[in-house]
């Protein structure tokens, strides 16, 4: 069976979540070579995901796209916010291209529909496929229709769930890397926890916090929790690394040493 690592690049990391519409091109560059440096080493698959930051959740929290339809700009708030995130993709794409990675981004709203915020229907023949051809998948947080709210926002994290149960059945899942502004998850004196688990996340749970900047996915609580459920489901651990700081990301993807967490089951 052949392995696969699901990297995800952070809104707070690639833009400046103080700046609507801003990205961290600079940034962006770097994380890209880091991720074609490594590929060359680590000879499995890559899945790419990234966040909106400063563009789509600037417009998701205006006109609370995350609700529904729940007024009369609700429908407005949903297409500027799905528009949104299509430009900081293609932003990302862009600079993936440019550093020589095979990849292709697929929508999000293209292959999954929801039900009350929750996962109804997925089609991930798609991204399987060309994952089998040697292409590399990159997917990003989306508005995703919905049958009772009409749509809803699904963060990254919550593709990366949505499509673990397919992937897992012909590709072997090493781990999750998620790129954060953050040398892992802190507490509350700011120190990086260095494991979370079922077990001590009670003991974390109130000193976890959200997201600097607008975030209407949860920020970094989201993050955890999302990983505890791949890692009970599937077996996966999750490292949350600092993408800020030069080399992080790919040693997190080689297995080399870094100041981060870890988080399983």
Known sequence: MKKIIIIKLGGSVI???SKPFTARKRVIQRLAKEIISAHKKYKGNILI????????????SKYETHKGLVHKD??????????????IDRIVMNHLLKAGLMVKSFAPSSFIIANDGELQKIFSGPIIQALMTGVTPVIYGDVIMDTKNGFCIFSAEKIIEALMKDLSKVLKVQKIIFCTDTDGVYDSNKNTIKKITSKNIKKYDKEIGGSVGTDVTG???HKVKQSLVLGKKYGVRTLIVNGNKSGNLEKAIIGEKTTDTVITF
Request: a negative charge; aromatic letters at 4%.
């Open 49 to 60: 995901s990234h966040g909106s930051g400063s563009f789509g959740h600037t417009i998701a």
């Open 219 to 221: 920020g970094m609580i």
């Open 74 to 87: 609700s429908l407005k708030g949903a297409v500027l916010t799905s528009d949104a995130a299509t430009e």
């Open 15 to 17: 833009t400046d979540k």
